[in-house]
């Protein structure tokens, strides 16, 4: 079975804290996505990495970057954390290749006071 | 360009009896089709998939959709809800151009009454 797992499941940080999101992938998969899910907006993509020091923006990267130096891990940095990045967080991972199946960690949901 | 549309925001069944969640697509592209499941405050989990080979898939849980491409639908079933199907689904398209674009579906949460 895929196992891709996420650093931490609930995360406080205060406003203007660089915060980092973790995902581990046991799968050996080239692809790995970070998306935050809102009520109403669904899941938006932020970054996708293809391959180890690889990275593509998603649809809504800003105030995001991303480091992917080992091809089973991706984090996703938060530079200056506001409020209104309080989301849950969804880290995927794909095997090579498109229209490939995503495998999806626990979730961080993640709070900005 | 790809889309998906979820037809129902909210679906409500009896315990026992059949779920039908609905999903439209297009593409400009052979499609690769996916159903996941979430649950309150956890990440979202595989379903099933289509990936143009058989046109009814099973996955798991019971669950099955059929690919119909002349209707350009990918319908969720199950003959019998049970209480822990009570969850949100999303239906996922992605296109297979080369590019690593997935859309989701806007969900539909199944209610599965006692």
């Known amino acids: 079975d895929v196992k891709v797992t996420q650093s931490s499941r609930y995360l406080v940080k205060r406003t203007g804290e660089k915060v980092f999101l973790e995902c581990v992938q046991d799968?050996?998969?080239?692809?790995m996505f970070w998306y935050r899910q809102d009520p109403g907006l669904g899941l938006r993509l932020i970054y996708f990495s293809y391959d180890v020091k690889m990275k593509e923006k998603g649809d809504i990267p800003e105030g995001y970057s991303v480091s992917r130096e080992k091809k089973e891990r991706f984090s996703l940095i938060l530079e200056s954390a506001s409020t209104n990045q309080t989301s849950m967080y969804l880290c995927?991972?794909?095997?090579?290749?498109?229209?490939?199946?995503?495998?999806f960690g626990p979730g961080t949901r993640l709070l900005v006071l | 360009a790809q889309s998906v549309t979820q037809l129902d925001s909210h679906v409500s069944v009896s315990e026992g009896t059949p779920v039908l969640l609905r999903c439209n697509y297009s593409?400009?592209?052979?499609?690769?089709l996916f159903w996941y499941v979430q649950h309150p405050n956890k990440g979202l989990q595989l379903l099933l998939k289509?990936?143009?080979?058989?046109?009814l898939v099973k996955g798991i849980n019971g669950f099955e959709a059929e690919f119909k491409k002349s209707e350009t639908s990918f319908h969720l079933t199950k003959p019998s809800a049970h209480m822990s199907d009570a969850a949100e689904y999303f239906c996922?398209?992605?296109?297979?151009?080369?590019?690593?674009?997935?859309?989701f579906g806007t969900g539909t949460r199944l209610k599965v009454l006692a």
């Open positions: 995927a991972s794909s095997a090579p290749g498109t229209g490939r199946a995503q495998y």
């Open positions: 799968m050996d998969h080239e692809n």
């Open positions: 996922v398209v992605s296109d297979n151009s080369g590019t690593y674009k997935y859309i």
């Open positions: 289509y990936t143009s080979a058989a046109t």
């Open positions: 593409s400009s592209y052979s499609p690769s």
